[in-house]
């Protein structure tokens, strides 16, 4: 890279840290800090989400695949997810927005218990450390600028984590703002420049193996259901609960899921065509680092420097929102409830800070274990999905409550079935470089099969659904009172949902502000006279 690339991908790095110091002068609270305050309009929303959800990963996991097996990943990865996303505006939209949630685990507590909420919490921690997105950026910093891999993953980690620490989402939504347009402009940029070197689409069916223009590729179908299956993790996706929680509006979450699944859908295939165009431009490169090899080596002097300002901004915008959700599943989720249902709001902010500082240092160390992008990502879906999607869907559409041991039930049996695959592929299997997976090799009745640690996904739905099942027939009808979520602002002085009823028996299944607003109000009217 000349000096002028460094100087134009320093100033985004400056920029970015300035905005997120301006930003924090406005955070006066948790909500304002976690969700906006619940003040998100559709413009802000679509660039906040098109800019978080597909990050690092979807650029050099897709260029990968496309590298790999071609248009494949498009197929089979990328398009159940725009199903996924369609269906989550319908359906789950206005069903989040009906009580005061803050985070995916609000909803589990909210109909199963604390036991559930933990385990969830959990699950939503490990899915939202942005190890992928830091890979990337490690990946970019060793192409351009030749520092090792995990130097340049703790170089951006660091970055990612004081902005992230000074503005919480209002900061990552208007640095989202930036960096949406720097991917939109570098990721076309390089596309034309890239496609021109290599003689067009047309070019690529005479260097490229013909298995790389059929849907199926060369992939086994179980992995290929298995890429389809990481579709379910929308679905109890953390950053989208956590951005329908901020939004305006209804109609705000609505316009921008839908606007995005336009602009997702270009990006997948942009990035497909990448790395195909690596392939046959004769790149020699691990498959994850072929698209910005290609690139760095294609684009002119200054419009280098753009494109690692834009690649920087896709991880950049993952890294802030996936830490300040894991950093909250920390605190809000799991300290919270489980150690100070009274925590103050200047003190959960404060422990939501310490938290994302937390999640930074564990996701680096993830980083550094996954040797493949695609891997890490579904793992990390695969994860989530095997634990929440069960209980959590169960629970929005169901039209009656459920008994608490369903809820833990169903997810500890996923977390464990998820967590039991991965082990045994890992521990008795062996890394296999042509697909860059672990893959365990066994002898049943005479048939050699291969179990990829990528088809855990398929062993943990069906123990999460029968657990569920057990639970809520075996288990015991749940008490009176349910969990409310936290209150402060504004809506700490509305009513609470639910109360418990009649007595003061049940006072203590409601937490924190909740329970305060009760007290309060039954001192008022002894006050009053009202109460002998």
Not at 479 to 487: K, M, N
Not at 491 to 519: F, K, Q, T
């Amino acid at each position: 890279m000349t000096s002028l690339d460094l100087a134009i991908a320093g100033l985004y790095i400056a920029g970015i840290l300035v905005l997120g110091y301006v930003v924090s002068r406005s955070i006066h609270g948790f909500r304002d800090y976690f969700v906006a305050g619940g003040r998100m309009t559709a413009p802000i929303l679509i660039c906040t989400l098109v800019s978080s959800y597909y990050g690092l990963d979807v650029l050099l996991g897709g260029s990968e695949v496309g590298f790999v097996d071609g248009i494949v990943g498009w197929f089979w990865y990328a398009r159940p997810y725009y199903l996924a996303i369609l269906l989550t505006a319908v359906l789950l939209a206005r069903r989040l927005r009906s009580r005061g949630f803050l985070s995916l685990p609000d909803v589990a507590a909210d109909s199963y218990g604390q036991g559930t909420r933990t385990v969830v919490a959990i699950a939503s921690f490990f899915y939202s450390l942005p190890l992928f997105a830091l890979m990337g950026i490690g990946i970019l910093l060793d192409v351009v600028m030749g520092i090792p891999f995990q130097v340049g993953v703790m170089v951006g980690a660091l970055v990612a984590l004081v902005y992230t620490l000074m503005g919480g989402l209002l900061a990552d939504a208007f640095t989202d703002t930036i960096q949406f347009t720097l991917m939109c402009v570098t990721l076309g940029l390089a596309a034309a420049f890239s496609m021109e070197a290599v003689g067009g689409v047309d070019a690529l069916r005479t260097v490229l193996p013909e298995s790389h223009f059929h849907h199926r590729g060369t992939y086994p179908l179980p992995v290929l259901i298995v890429f389809s299956t990481a579709a379910l993790s929308v679905f109890v996706e953390p950053a989208i609960y956590q951005r329908i929680f901020a939004a305006r509006s209804h109609k705000a979450i609505l316009v921008a899921l839908g606007v995005g699944i336009v602009l997702w859908g270009a990006y997948d295939w942009v990035t497909t065509l990448l790395g195909m165009t690596a392939r046959a431009a004769g790149v020699e490169a691990i498959p994850s680092y072929a698209l910005i090899t290609l690139v760095v080596e294609q684009l002119p002097v200054g419009l280098t420097g753009l494109f690692v300002a834009g690649v920087l901004a896709t991880g950049m915008s993952t890294v802030d929102s996936y830490l300040l959700i894991a950093g909250g599943n920390l605190s809000y989720d799991l300290y919270r409830p489980l150690v100070n249902p009274r925590i103050g709001d200047a003190a959960l902010l404060r422990l939501t800070r310490i938290a994302i500082a937390i999640a930074c240092l564990i996701s680096v160390a993830f980083a550094l274990f996954f040797t493949s992008v695609v891997s890490a990502w579904v793992f990390m879906a695969t994860m989530l999905v095997g634990t929440a999607f069960v209980p959590i869907m169960a629970a929005l559409f169901a039209r009656r409550g459920f008994k608490p041991a369903a809820g833990v039930a169903s997810s500890v049996t996923g977390l464990l079935a998820v967590t039991t695959i991965y082990v045994l592929v890992n521990a008795f299997g062996a890394q296999d470089p042509g697909w860059g997976t672990m893959i365990w090799t066994v002898e049943v009745g005479g048939r050699t099969l291969d179990i990829w640690q990528e088809y855990a996904v398929l062993f943990a739905l069906p123990a999460s659904t029968l657990a569920f099942v057990l639970g809520e027939w075996l288990g015991r009808k749940p008490p009176v009172g349910r969990y409310e979520p936290l209150r402060s602002g504004a809506a700490a002085r509305r009513p609470a949902h639910r109360i418990p009823e009649p007595s003061l028996a049940g006072a203590e299944m409601v937490e924190g502000p909740a329970l305060a607003d009760w007290e309060e109000s039954l001192a008022g009217a002894d006050r009053e006279g009202k109460i002998p």
